[in-house]
C-alpha cells in the first residue's frame, strides 16, 4: 500500500521566513496530494492541493511542488506569520484511499 | 467548503459499554466517507472506508467486529466502538468525500470525537 513519509518532524521559524515541508510517497497511482493544516484540538483544514498533471500551485503565501518522477512533493510557505504556526499534514490519494504522512509541527516565532 | 458535522464531539464512558458516532456531510452527497482515529500529537490513521450501501472496508489490523461502521446514506456514516477498553480512548474523526471514478477528490473533515473510556 501507499506509504507517506513526511519531514521535518518540527520546525521553527523566525516570522517573515519562508518554511518548506517535504513529502516522498510510494504508490506511483497516487493521483492527488492535498495538504492539510490542523490547530489543535480541531479538525485538519485543507489549504492547498495539486493533482498529478500539475507541478506547481499556488495560493497567495503558499505554493506546493511536485514531481511525479521522483515521488515527492513540497510546501512552500512565505512570509509566515505566527497563525501559520499548526500541525500540517501532507497526504497522497489513489482512487480508493488517502495516506497521511506524519505531520510537522510549524511554529513561527514572532 | 462542503459542512461534515459529527456528533457527539466529546464522550466518556465506561469501560465495556458501546458507543456511537455519527458523521453527516450537510450539504452534499458524499459516495466515501472515511473514519480515522488520532492519537495525541500523532497523524491521522486510517481506519476503514465505507461506500454508501456496501460494506465497509478495514484497514489491516483494525477490528471490524470492534468498530462497526454503518453507511446507510448518502449523508450519514456512524462508528459503533463495541465494548469500549480504555485502550480506545482516542480522536476519532470522520471524513467525507467523492470519487468520481476519474481521480480522488478532496475530503472534508469533521470536527472529530474525542472519546474517553473509565
Known amino acids: 500500500g501507499e506509504n507517506v513519509e513526511q519531514h521535518p518532524s518540527t520546525l521553527s521559524v523566525q516570522e517573515g521566513d519562508s518554511a518548506v515541508i517535504k513529502c516522498t510517497y510510494s504508490d506511483s497511482a497516487s493521483n492527488y496530494f492535498p495538504w492539510y493544516k490542523q490547530e489543535l484540538g480541531k479538525r485538519p483544514q485543507l489549504i492547498i492541493d495539486i493533482r498529478s498533471n500539475v507541478g506547481e500551485k499556488k495560493d497567495q503565501r503558499i505554493a506546493v511542488t511536485l514531481n511525479k518522477t521522483a515521488k515527492h512533493f513540497s510546501l512552500h510557505i512565505t512570509e509566515t506569520q505566527p497563525e501559520d504556526s499548526a500541525v500540517y499534514f501532507c497526504?497522497?490519494?489513489?482512487?480508493?484511499?488517502?495516506?497521511f504522512g506524519a505531520g510537522t509541527r510549524l511554529t513561527v516565532k514572532p | 467548503g462542503a459542512v461534515v458535522s459529527q456528533h457527539p464531539s466529546r464522550v466518556i464512558c465506561k469501560s465495556g459499554t458501546s458507543v456511537k458516532i455519527e458523521c453527516r456531510s450537510l450539504d452534499f452527497q458524499a459516495t466515501t466517507m472515511f473514519w480515522y482515529r488520532q492519537f495525541p500529537k500523532k497523524s491521522l490513521m486510517l481506519m476503514a472506508t465505507?461506500?454508501?450501501?456496501?460494506?465497509?472496508?478495514?484497514e489491516q489490523g483494525v477490528e471490524k467486529d470492534k468498530f462497526l461502521i454503518n453507511h446507510a446514506s448518502l449523508t450519514l456514516s456512524t462508528l459503533t466502538v463495541t465494548s469500549a477498553h480504555p485502550e480506545d480512548s482516542s480522536f476519532y474523526i470522520c471524513?467525507?468525500?467523492?470519487?468520481?471514478?476519474?481521480?480522488?477528490?478532496?475530503?472534508?473533515f469533521g470536527p472529530g470525537t474525542r472519546l474517553t473510556v473509565l
Open positions: 471524513s467525507a468525500g467523492w470519487f468520481s471514478g476519474r481521480g480522488a477528490d478532496t475530503q472534508y
Open positions: 497526504a497522497a490519494s489513489n482512487n480508493n484511499d488517502m495516506r
Open positions: 465505507s461506500n454508501e450501501g456496501s460494506k465497509a472496508t478495514y
